[in-house]
């Protein structure tokens, strides 16, 4: 069983940095998940880091692309991923692949895409037992849904630490049947970073900044969250 570092009652610790341009914020997080990269290699060996899906960590992952890494070190793990086909567009996995992924030299047993396409209930168990042998993550990335929402963790819906990956069936972000790690397991990192852009996240960022209790604010590592923002007010 893993060993949780997060301390389920204990309030989220939040960072706030706000960009004046996309290319800022795109940089910024590229030369953290860089330097982030270089320190776990120089201290442990290796890297893991968790994705996040949807379309804002899209042009960071471009740029990764080109980037210069040990890439060999590199272990690749997803927040969510959507219940389709393989190569369906919607797909976070083909998403992060196409546009990064399948471009530098990352050992393919290294990277641990969600097998989403059996289905929410099975895929999640796979998954689970995927992450059963993964130590605390070097950095997970989040993105922020406009109702609050993060990975597959949407609001209203139970919240479920009984497995570090597990089924999401009513998602209100299509489609319905998802898989999710849970926030527990999200929590289990030495670093997050939520990426937000566009003014459409302006309520959510509004709940999340007055403390109202929004699915992003379950996320709770003992270091704390950075939350990288384009287009919003902070
Ligand atoms: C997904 C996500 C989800 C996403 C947010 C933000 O698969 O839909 O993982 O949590 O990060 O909905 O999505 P955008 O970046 O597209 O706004």
New binding site residues.
Partial sequence: MMQNTNQENTKQISRWHTFQTQDEINQAALNRILAAAQQAISERGSFSIVL?????PKSVYALLKDADADWSKWHIFH??D?CLPVNDVER?SLMARTTWLDHVAIPAHQIHDIPAELGNVEGAKAYANTLAGVATFDLVLL???EDG????LFPGQAVDNSADAVPVFNAP?PPANRITVSQQRLSNAREVIFLVTGAGKQDAVNDWRNGVSIPATLIRPKNGVDVYCYGVKI
Wanted: aromatic content about 0%; charged content about 20%; hydrophobic content about 20%.
């Fill in positions: 996040a899906g949807g379309s804002t927040n969510d959507r976070n993105g922020l849904g929402h993060t990975a597959s972000k």
